[in-house]
């Protein structure tokens, strides 16, 4: 089965950077699922993007590491590897990059994207 490419520039400080990764069903999950894991304590959210966006709204208790400090070094993903993580943003694209990267370069297994973004969670909220 042949393998798609995806590209994705990401800048960072004062370089750009191409990221290159097969393409991979990404596990995806729902604004009323995701509340439901929240309510049950078993789920770990990660907000990629960039701290002004943060401060100005995101989901209670999630924590914000920017998509190029992920990219940069995956590593500081690694506490995280064995616990279910569900990836957030403003409509689902740059965690949905995440993800997808995650799953490829270091070989994450319990992570999803929120469908839609924080547009459909706060909708749906």
């Avoid at 490419?5 to 370089?15: F, G, L, P, R, V």
Wanted: proline share 4%.
């Amino acid at each position: 089965m042949p393998t798609l490419k995806i590209i994705i520039d990401i800048s960072t400080h004062k370089e750009l950077r191409k990221i290159y990764f097969k393409q991979h069903e990404v596990p995806q999950i729902s604004s009323l699922s995701l509340n439901e894991q929240i309510r049950n304590s078993k789920i770990v959210i990660i907000d990629v993007r960039y701290p002004k966006e943060f401060a100005k709204l995101h989901i209670e208790d999630s924590i914000n590491i920017p998509m190029p400090e992920i990219i940069e070094d995956h590593k500081v993903m690694k506490s995280f590897i064995d616990k279910n993580v569900v990836f957030v943003c403003t409509n689902g694209k740059r965690s949905k990059w995440i993800v997808q990267f995650l799953i490829e370069q270091a070989k994450f297994t319990r992570v999803s994207n929120l469908v839609g973004g924080l547009n459909n969670w706060f909708e749906d909220s």
